[in-house]
T-cell receptor, first 113, second 114 residues
Framework: QQQVKQSPQSLIVQKGGISIINCAYE??????FPWYQQFPGKGPALLIA?????SEKKEGRFTISFNKSAKQFSLHIMDSQPGDSATYFC????????????FGKGTKLTVNP | NAGVTQTPKFQVLKTGQSMTLQCAQD?????MSWYRQDPGMGLRLIHY???????DQGEVPNGYNVSRSTTEDFPLRLLSAAPSQTSVYFC?????????????FGNGTRLTVT
C-alpha cells in the first residue's frame, strides 16, 4: 500500500513558468512533510519541509502548500529555471516514527530554455 | 568533512553471489539508513539504525542484512544476490533518531545482478 501518492510522474515546463507537483497521503498521523530534490547521479537532498500547523511555507522560488483537511500537499516552483531540472520526491513521517520516512514515487521535472 | 560516503559506485554480480555495500559518515550522526531506488518506485527503506548496536527493518528488508558496530559505518550485506535486487542503493544519515532534521544522502551504489 502506497502511503504517499505523488503526481505527475513527469512534468515539462518552459523557463519562467510555474511547476506544480502534488502529493496525497492517508495516514493522519503524519506530521512532517519534506520535499527532496535529486540530480542525476546524486543522492536526494532536502529542498523544503512543512509541518501541518501551517498552510504554506516559502523559501525563495519554492513554496509548499498544505491542505490538512484534504490530506494533500504540493510543491510550487515559481519562475522555473533549467537548473531546476531534477527529480522531486515528496515524503512524510510521524514525529514518533521519523526513522521511517516514506517517499512518493517521484516527479521528473524538465525545464526547457 | 566528506559527509556520507558509499562504495563502490558500481557493481555487477551474478545471481547467488554475496557482497557488502559500504557506507560511512563522518558527521557523528546517530541515525543511518539504507534505501533502494527503482524506476517508478521512489525510495524504499530497507533497514535503519538509531545507534551503534541497534538496527531495525524498514519496508523492504528481505534479502538484506545490516549491522552497526560503530557510529561511522553501516554496511549493507546481500547474502545471495537475486536479479530483483538490481537497483540503486542509497545510504542516508541524520543527527538523531526521532527528530526531523534533514537526511544526508550518499551518491549511491548502482548494483546490477545478472
Amino acid at each position: 500500500q502506497q502511503q504517499v501518492k505523488q503526481s505527475p510522474q513527469s512534468l515539462i515546463v518552459q523557463k519562467g513558468g510555474i511547476s506544480i507537483i502534488n502529493c496525497a497521503y492517508e495516514n493522519t498521523a503524519f506530521d512532517y512533510f519534506p520535499w527532496y530534490q535529486q540530480f542525476p547521479g546524486k543522492g536526494p537532498a532536502l529542498l523544503i519541509a512543512i509541518r501541518p500547523d501551517v498552510s504554506e511555507k516559502k523559501e525563495g522560488r519554492f513554496t509548499i502548500s498544505f491542505n490538512k483537511s484534504a490530506k494533500q500537499f504540493s510543491l510550487h516552483i515559481m519562475d522555473s529555471q533549467p537548473g531546476d531540472s531534477a527529480t522531486y520526491f515528496c515524503a512524510a513521517s510521524t514525529q514518533g516514527g521519523s526513522e521511517k520516512l516514506v517517499f512518493g514515487k517521484g516527479t521528473k521535472l524538465t525545464v526547457n530554455p | 568533512n566528506a559527509g556520507v560516503t558509499q562504495t563502490p559506485k558500481f557493481q555487477v554480480l551474478k545471481t547467488g553471489q554475496s557482497m557488502t555495500l559500504q557506507c560511512a559518515q563522518d558527521m557523528n550522526h546517530e541515525y543511518m539508513s539504507w534505501y533502494r531506488q527503482d524506476p517508478g518506485m521512489g525510495l524504499r527503506l530497507i533497514h535503519y539504525s538509531v545507534g551503534a548496536g541497534i538496527t531495525d527493518q524498514g519496508e523492504v528488508p528481505n534479502g538484506y542484512n545490516v549491522s552497526r558496530s560503530t557510529t561511522e559505518d553501516f554496511p549493507l550485506r546481500l547474502l545471495s544476490a537475486a536479479p530483483s535486487q538490481t537497483s540503486v542503493y542509497f545510504c542516508a544519515s541524520r543527527p538523531h533518531r526521532g527528530d526531523n532534521s534533514p537526511l544526508h544522502f550518499g551518491n549511491g551504489t548502482r548494483l546490477t545482478v545478472t
